[in-house]
């Protein structure tokens, strides 16, 4: 049966957005009200619901596809009962689904049992909150995962007559670095975005907003995994990189002496790619055979982040100069990481103070669910974004180009 969605689209001029987000390891949802359009308009955050696996994935030192599937799946119903509550917009009265309804639904949900089992007495005894848009990343990310934001954004459209967009994880990470809380940043094109995470690490030309190019990636590890790889080596627990950033920072502090040279890969490549692998055997050669103390861990992880900090800044600069970039935008979870934050703001105001360089409010640097309305705000009203529901796919290696 088609959900019967297709002709319905959102209002113009204001909009509260429905955002949803579970591409790994966070089960994020919020509600903002969007008043004007992109990027003109201004935000409120109304409600805001973020679940995060790491306690879960910790136990086996990574993410694991379906274990985030069976987690989305058991938190999605109660994230959106806190965000709504939150936004006031929770309305508890008992509401009789259409058998039509009923059907959709649980058609959209058959591979998805745990969330149908959670969200039809949800349904039931709710009424349609009043919200005009559901934003839910798509791409890139864990497949599994992505699907049960997908089917629950494409089930509750269906239960209440929304539309619903599809976001890219990558600009919502890109637009979350250019957002103040309440407005999205009047920048300079061209610009260039960083995108630095645990699945990406990219070098993104962008034109005009929507108008992307990458002109540079990782050709084998994400800058991520690759602390989170090397965290593992140095005994350190998932996720690898705050906990790296934390040994450095002590290092750094108290002087420690360097213990090992690691290579900065591709550092002269003369393109803008990246190459982490090497620098996460490197590590694994350091440490092999070496009894770990709280010095040379420390040590090591300091060398580790000056490596990646040299490497992504390098590269960067390089392509500013060759793309005439007014703009700097780091996003993506890796930029939570201080010392990458204070050697690209130091090197910029002093060596180029002509370029704005944009970071992400540390709580935005990592996932969550704003930024995936700021992504579907922009999209909104973009003819080419299907508002057929049934027509989202979760795609794992989504690109932004
Ligand atoms: O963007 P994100 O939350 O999820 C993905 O889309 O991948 O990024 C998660 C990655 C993990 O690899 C994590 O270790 C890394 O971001 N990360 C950090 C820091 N905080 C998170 N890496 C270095 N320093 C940090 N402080
Ligand atoms: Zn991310």
Excluded at 248 to 256: P, S
Excluded at 293 to 305: G, L, P
Aim: glycine share 6%; with cysteine.
């Amino acid at each position: 049966m088609r959900e019967r969605i297709s002709n319905l689209t959102p209002p113009k001029t204001s909009m509260i957005i429905l955002s949803i987000e579970t591409s790994c390891d966070e089960t994020a949802v919020s509600l903002v009200s969007a008043n004007g359009d992109f990027p003109h308009a201004t935000y409120t955050l109304l409600g805001n619901a973020l679940f995060s696996q790491i306690d879960i994935h910790r136990e086996y030192g990574g993410v694991f596809p379906m274990v985030a599937k069976r987690e989305h799946a058991r938190t999605l119903v109660p994230m959106l009962e806190k965000a709504l509550r939150e936004a006031k917009l929770l309305v508890n009265e008992a509401h009789a689904i259409g058998d039509e309804t009923l059907g959709t639904i649980k058609n959209i949900l058959a591979r998805e049992s745990d969330l149908e089992t959670a969200l039809i007495p949800f349904l039931s005894s709710h009424t349609r909150p009043q919200i005009d848009l559901i934003s839910v990343t798509h791409g890139p990310g864990l497949e599994p995962a992505l699907w049960v934001g997908v089917n629950f954004a494409r089930a509750l459209a269906a239960s209440w007559e929304i539309p619903v967009v599809s976001a890219n994880h990558m600009e919502g990470h890109i637009l979350s670095s250019v957002f103040d809380g309440t407005k999205i940043a009047d920048i300079t094109f061209p610009a260039l975005a960083l995108l630095i995470s645990g699945g990406h690490t990219e070098l993104v030309l962008i034109e005009n907003w929507g108008v992307y190019t990458t002109i540079g990636e990782t050709r084998d590890d994400a800058v991520g995994e690759a602390f989170d790889k090397s965290a593992r080596m140095l005994g350190l627990p998932y996720p690898g990189g705050p906990e790296i950033s934390r040994c450095a920072a002590h290092a750094r502090e108290i002087h420690t002496p360097p213990f090992v040279h690691l290579p900065r890969p591709m550092l002269n490549s003369g393109d803008f790619d990246f190459s982490f692998s090497g620098l996460k055997t490197a590590v694994r050669y350091a440490v092999q055979n070496v009894e770990l103390t709280e010095n040379i861990r420390s040590s090591v992880a300091r060398e580790f982040e000056d490596a990646v900090t040299e490497v992504l800044l390098h590269k960067t600069l390089a392509a500013v100069d060759a793309h005439g970039i007014h703009t700097v935008i780091i996003g993506g979870g890796v930029s939570a990481n201080t010392h990458i934050r204070n050697s690209f703001s130091n090197h910029f105001r002093e060596h180029y103070p002509e370029v704005s360089l944009y970071l992400p409010d540390p709580k935005l640097s990592t996932d969550n669910a704003i930024m995936i309305a700021l992504t579907g705000h922009a999209h909104a009203h973009d003819a080419s974004t299907p508002n057929d529901a049934s027509t989202i796919r979760a795609i794992g290696n989504l690109h932004l180009t």
